[in-house]
């Protein structure tokens, strides 16, 4: 499976011949080209035209986020795989409202499945979560009757407060005490790592999407007009529970991360390089994780199910199966 | 003008004699898994082999993978990855020299796979003409439908890579 390239420092990147290297102070890293498939970029790097030209005919995706660790853009590549048909489809379903509001239940429904499959794991190892359960429990029932994406919106912004409520019981530190959540910038430690795994998500899907036939820039739950891209965000749901909020109480649990790993800036908290490093590598141990696939047949790792879930959609939208989300069975 | 300027191309010759659906999804534009080990074989098999031949070569809307000239004899060919699916590639180069033959060219045939060092020779007759004929107008009407044929087990499920599409 191709890789993820992470770079933290800075330095330079060029094209050489057929390959790629990263020039630093210290020397040079050359990265085999036809072995990864994206590019994440936190650190202040220099690079040229012919090297984004290169990128483009790998098929390659560069994510850049800034000093603060916020994502700050993508180099997305040319289009490479195109089909008017699907791009149409995927359109018609936005239009519909019927349809566009049938697809965000679905997103949502998944995404609430999810953060209880996390809380019972939990629950079933002492950690009295039964509040949290509960109020879960009776909001998805709400999830159905929404009658507008809008409604849908504020029933699952109180599905996540539920679910974030329970977080103090999981993670019981008190170097990590968590406030609710808030963003931009997060005011405490346990919301600057949701912020960074979010992001990471949203990358991880956007990469994804790349290699389908969808357009990452129609998506349901999410709206589409005002941004570039927004499938990736609805997609992200269902995978935020099961990959960043488990990295996150993993990480806690065994002290790998600890409050050192953590700045002042901004007026807010935020993860600092090593910190960042840390939770980057629990991340790519994760995504390449693979579990056994019930329908597949064989192993898939995470994010091979990010992929499946988007052929999900796609099947979806061409009216060939009804979407269902994957959720976890741990 | 016509509804649709959809034209039957050889590699849909080639997916009609393995997979109906995959006909479908490819006329759709819906390629499979760019990152499917098999398909970056045959990719790399293709790039790498017969460099000294003219290849790619396009001729209407079909794709003729290697031209070369031996004694005098204009020879078609078609690079596989290996002898796995003789009847579709035969059918598929049979298509070539049936266009071709419609364009007023007389050539031969021959299946290059360069893997297994085999060189097969194919001939387009009547039956083959026939067949192809037969061929043509079903693929046109699979692809006509609004929806792919509904995905179905078969032996060439395994290495496909359009596998995980059909059975997420």
């Not at chain 1, 800075?10 to 790629?20: C, V």
């Not at chain 1, 080209?33 to 290169?54: A, S, T």
């Not at chain 1, 036939?213 to 570039?228: A, G, V």
Request: glycine letters at 6%; aromatic letters at 12%.
């Amino acid at each position: 499976m191709k890789k993820a390239i992470y770079v933290f420092n800075e330095g330079k990147f060029k094209r050489k011949d057929n390959t790629l290297y990263f020039e630093t102070e210290q020397g040079k890293r050359y990265i085999p080209v036809e072995d990864i498939n994206e590019i994440h970029v936190y650190g202040e790097v220099d690079l040229n035209k012919r090297f984004l030209e290169f990128l483009t005919q790998k098929e390659i995706i560069l994510h850049f986020y800034n000093n603060y660790g916020y994502y700050s853009g993508s180099y997305y590549p040319r289009e490479h795989l195109n089909s008017g048909y699907m791009t149409l489809h995927q359109a018609e379903h936005y239009l519909d409202e019927q349809r566009r509001l049938m697809l965000a239940k679905l997103f949502v429904q998944g995404a609430s499945a999810n953060m209880l499959e996390v809380l019972k794991y939990y629950h079933n190892r002492g950690k009295d979560l039964t509040r949290a359960l509960q109020s879960i429990g009776n909001l998805i029932d709400r999830i159905d009757e929404s009658v507008s994406v809008e409604v849908l919106m504020a029933v699952e912004g109180n599905i996540r407060d539920a679910y974030y409520s329970a977080f103090n019981t999981i993670i019981d530190k008190s170097d990590f005490l968590f406030e609710g959540r808030n963003r931009r910038p997060p005011r405490d430690r346990i919301n600057a790592l949701i912020s960074f795994g979010n992001t990471m998500t949203y990358t991880a899907c956007l990469s994804e999407i790349y290699r389908t036939h969808l357009d990452p820039r129609i998506s349901y739950l999410h709206t589409t007009n005002f941004r570039r891209f927004s499938l990736n965000l609805d997609i992200a749901e269902i995978f935020k529970p099961i990959l960043v909020d488990r990295i996150i109480f993993y990480l806690l649990a065994r002290n790998m991360l600890r409050s050192t790993h953590f700045e002042n800036k901004m007026g807010g908290i935020l993860l600092n390089d090593k910190g960042r490093q840390v939770f980057v590598n629990e991340w790519e141990k994760r995504l390449r994780t693979t579990i056994k696939h019930r329908d597949i047949g064989h192993e898939v790792s995470y994010r091979r199910l990010i992929r499946l879930e988007l052929y999900k959609l796609e099947k979806h939208l061409i009216g060939e199966k009804l979407y269902k989300a994957y959720v976890s069975r741990w | 003008m016509p509804e649709t300027e959809f034209q039957v191309n050889g590699t849909l010759i080639w997916y009609y004699y393995i997979c109906k659906r995959q006909v479908w999804l490819m006329a759709h534009a819906l390629g499979p898994d760019q990152e499917d080990n098999n398909l970056y074989q045959g990719r790399t098999i293709h790039e790498f082999s017969y460099q000294r031949d003219k290849k790619e070569i396009n001729l209407g809307n079909i794709k003729i993978d290697l031209v070369r000239s031996e004694k005098g004899r204009l020879i078609i060919g078609e690079i596989k990855k290996s002898s796995k699916f003789l009847t579709s590639a035969t059918r598929q180069l049979q298509f070539y020299l049936w266009q071709i033959e419609q364009m007023g060219i007389a050539a031969c045939g021959e299946l290059f796979i360069p893997e297994e060092k085999q060189r097969i020779e194919v001939i387009l007759d009547e039956e083959a003409r026939l067949e192809l004929e037969t061929a043509t107008k079903k693929i046109i009407d699979i692809v006509e439908k609004a929806a792919p044929p509904p995905a179905q087990k078969i032996k060439w499920c395994k290495p496909c890579a359009y596998a995980e599409f059909c059975w997420a």
